[in-house]
């Protein structure tokens, strides 16, 4: 691996992997010859001494080197020797097995409608499971591995395409023709909790006021005592004797 600090070393490094093997990294070039930039600094991301590469260093070669052997188009980019380029074939003695990764949380679509390209034009395979798993992790930190039986993709109609020595390509795999990892377990639902009821607030902020029923039910009446049922009756006899006098 050529150190990143030589331009011209940088440049070749960048022809390699763009010209001739792309599928070392894990890259499709499409028919021109063009691969995403992001996707091409995603792959040389995982190379020693690479980590710190970035856009600007491509294009300080471009505007550095008085031939650089790249060209950009927009947000892409390839090798100007596209004669170099791997070819789209169709394999004749395509491996028995082919890899693929994907996001966990895709399984329970794919289980039910196939292997999907999910954006992209076709569904990318790998001979070796490294090397998908290696694609995989571009996309997800714990990819889910899927192995696919060539064979009996092919009974039901699948056409492959053999892009480098390591690569496949497909337009999809029927559901039947691959095997997954068990799905992921789906979190718990938490149990809702039914809302406080809410109080009955007062119409009237800053009043009180108290519940007289239930103060005068709460009111028993004194009993009197002898003294006083004595006092009581003694002033009612004399303002009686007062009324017949008058």
Same mark, same amino acid.
């Given at each position: 691996?050529?150190?990143?600090?030589?331009?011209?070393k940088?440049?070749?490094?960048?022809?390699?992997?763009?010209?001739?093997?792309?599928?070392?990294?894990g890259?499709?070039?499409?028919?021109?010859?063009?691969?995403?930039?992001?996707?091409?600094l995603?792959a040389v991301? *995982?190379?020693?001494?690479?980590?710190?590469?970035?856009?600007?260093?491509?294009n300080?070669?471009?505007v550095?080197?008085?031939?650089?052997?790249?060209?950009?188009?927009?947000?892409?980019?390839r090798a100007?020797?596209t /004669?170099?380029?791997p070819k789209?074939?169709?394999?004749?003695?395509?491996?028995?097995?082919?890899?693929?990764?994907?996001?966990?949380?895709?399984?329970?679509?794919?289980?039910?409608?196939?292997?999907?390209?999910?954006? /992209?034009?076709h569904?990318v395979l790998?001979?070796?499971?490294?090397? &998908?798993?290696?694609?995989?992790?571009?996309?997800?930190?714990s990819?889910?591995l899927?192995?696919?039986?060539?064979?009996?993709?092919?009974q039901?109609?699948?056409l492959?395409?053999?892009?480098? *020595?390591?690569?496949?390509?497909?337009?999809?795999?029927p559901?039947?023709?691959?095997?997954?990892?068990?799905?992921?377990? *789906?979190?718990? &639902?938490?149990?809702?909790?039914?809302?406080?009821k809410? /109080?009955?607030?007062?119409?009237?902020?800053?009043?009180?006021f108290?519940?007289?029923?239930?103060q005068?039910?709460?009111?028993?009446?004194?009993?009197?005592?002898?003294k006083q /049922?004595? *006092?009581?009756?003694?002033?009612?006899k004399?303002?009686?004797?007062?009324?017949?006098?008058?």
């Amino acid at each position: 691996m050529p150190p990143v600090n030589d331009l011209k070393k940088k440049a070749k490094f960048l022809n390699y992997v763009l010209a001739l093997r792309p599928d070392e990294f894990g890259l499709v070039p499409d028919r021109e010859g063009y691969v995403k930039i992001k996707d091409l600094l995603k792959a040389v991301h *995982e190379e020693d001494g690479w980590r710190s590469f970035r856009q600007a260093n491509i294009n300080e070669i471009m505007v550095s080197l008085p031939e650089p052997p790249l060209e950009i188009s927009e947000n892409s980019i390839r090798a100007k020797n596209t /004669r170099q380029i791997p070819k789209r074939v169709s394999p004749e003695n395509p491996p028995k097995l082919l890899f693929t990764c994907v996001r966990p949380k895709a399984l329970y679509a794919i289980l039910e409608k196939g292997i999907l390209p999910m954006g /992209r034009k076709h569904v990318v395979l790998a001979s070796e499971k490294k090397m &998908a798993t290696r694609i995989g992790k571009r996309i997800h930190a714990s990819p889910a591995l899927l192995t696919v039986n060539v064979q009996n993709a092919i009974q039901q109609g699948t056409l492959f395409l053999q892009a480098g *020595e390591n690569l496949f390509l497909a337009r999809s795999i029927p559901v039947g023709c691959f095997t997954a990892p068990p799905l992921p377990k *789906e979190p718990r &639902a938490a149990k809702s909790k039914e809302p406080p009821k809410p /109080r009955e607030r007062n119409r009237f902020p800053g009043s009180f006021f108290p519940d007289l029923a239930e103060q005068e039910e709460s009111v028993e009446p004194k009993k009197m005592t002898r003294k006083q /049922r004595r *006092e009581k009756d003694i002033g009612w006899k004399k303002s009686r004797k007062q009324m017949r006098r008058r």
